[in-house]
Each structure stands twice: as structure tokens, then as C-alpha cells.
């Protein structure tokens, strides 16, 4: 059973920063990819960024220069620094795994979710 808890989430000013935590509970299962997908009211789930076997990628150019995403060496934790947060990163942020050894953009690839956490920036 794999499970995946987010954590982090907040509401902040404008020009804010914060750290958003994925923990996962894999057993056996290999967690070759990790990504941070996010979804606004009203809007389809989109990738932000991943760690796979080539590395941490930021996906989303929108917040390229401004997001980065990291792992723990256990691949246990996977780690979202959200700096000069903007209204437009309001959305909720969820956590997802899969055994493939690249993280793939499209969020019907993923079995396996977190709850999410929501992330508000007020203007």
C-alpha cells in the first residue's frame, strides 16, 4: 500500500515563500518518480515539478526561477520551495509517485495521490 501525506501549505502575502513536504509510505515500491502536481478552482490538474532518475526538473514555467524541488536521499521525502509566491500559485498542491523511471506531465499517468494542500496567496 502506498500512501503519500502533504504538508506545508498556508495562506500568505504576496512575494511570499513556503516549503511544501510530501512523505511517503511505499513498502516495496519503488518510487522511481516523485512530482508536485497543483489544481486551481476551475482549472485541470497540472504538473509544477519532479524528481526522477535524471534528476529534479521544474516543469510549470510559470514558476521557473521561483519554485525548486528536491529529495531526501531515502527518496522518502519529496520537497517543494515555493519563493516569490504570486494570487496566480493559489491552488491546491498534490503529491504523487509512480515506479516509472521518468516522471511523465500528464496527471492520468498516477496511480497513487495525496490528500493535497492548499497553498492561498493573497494579493
Known amino acids: 500500500q502506498v500512501q503519500l501525506v502533504e504538508s506545508g501549505g498556508d495562506s500568505v502575502q504576496n512575494g511570499s515563500s513556503l516549503e511544501l513536504s510530501c512523505t511517503i509510505s511505499?513498502?516495496?515500491?519503488?518510487?522511481?518518480?516523485m512530482a508536485w502536481f497543483r489544481q486551481a478552482p476551475g482549472k485541470e490538474r497540472e504538473v509544477v515539478a519532479f524528481?526522477?532518475?535524471?534528476?529534479?526538473?521544474v516543469a510549470a514555467d510559470s514558476v521557473k526561477g521561483r519554485f525548486t524541488v528536491s529529495q531526501d536521499n531515502a527518496r522518502n521525502t519529496l520537497y517543494l520551495q515555493m519563493n516569490s509566491l504570486t494570487p496566480e500559485d493559489t491552488a491546491m498542491y498534490y503529491c504523487?509517485?509512480?515506479?516509472?523511471?521518468?516522471?511523465?506531465?500528464?496527471?492520468?499517468?498516477?496511480?497513487?495521490w495525496g490528500q493535497g494542500t492548499q497553498v492561498t496567496v493573497s494579493s
Open positions: 511505499r513498502g516495496s515500491y519503488t518510487n522511481s518518480c
Open positions: 524528481v526522477d532518475t535524471k534528476g529534479p526538473t
Open positions: 504523487t509517485t509512480s515506479s516509472s523511471p521518468l516522471c511523465v506531465r500528464w496527471p492520468g499517468h498516477y496511480r497513487y
